[in-house]
Nanobody
Framework: QVQFVESGGGLVQPGGSMRLSCVAS????????MGWYRQAPGKQRELVAA???????NYANSVEGRFTISRDNAKNTVYLQMNSLKPEDTAVYYC??????????WGQGTQVTVSS
């Protein structure tokens, strides 16, 4: 079965940095566009960043210039490097793709808390 496992979250101070990882199994990872989403309590889940099989990226306006998405196909892993973190970045972060059958596949999420 398809499985995504996120890790790397935790507590970080404003202005700090953190790198999230998402390890995929059960799929041919290298052929999928991958995305990072986040959801704060009481808010909608939103797209943070995405990366295509060819390495093209896009970012939400709120994180552009601060976050970088990347992938290592040999490790079946997508990363989200987060710099200059702000309290409003606090959320559960999820990795996600759309499978060939059209079904969304999500990881379990990792909590990121930005607070002094």
């Amino acid at each position: 079965q398809v499985q995504f496992v996120e890790s790397g979250g935790g507590l970080v101070q404003p202005g700090g940095s953190m790198r999230l990882s998402c390890v995929a199994s059960g799929i041919s990872f290298s052929i999928y566009t991958m995305g990072w989403y986040r959801q704060a309590p009481g808010k909608q889940r939103e797209l943070v960043a995405a990366i295509t099989v060819g390495g093209s990226t896009n970012y939400a306006n709120s994180v552009e210039g601060r976050f970088t998405i990347s992938r290592d196909n040999a490790k079946n892993t997508v990363y989200l490097q987060m710099n200059s973190l702000k309290p409003e970045d606090t959320a559960v972060y999820y990795c996600k793709t759309v499978l060939t059958n059209g079904l969304f596949a999500w990881g379990q999420g990792t909590q990121v808390t930005v607070s002094s």
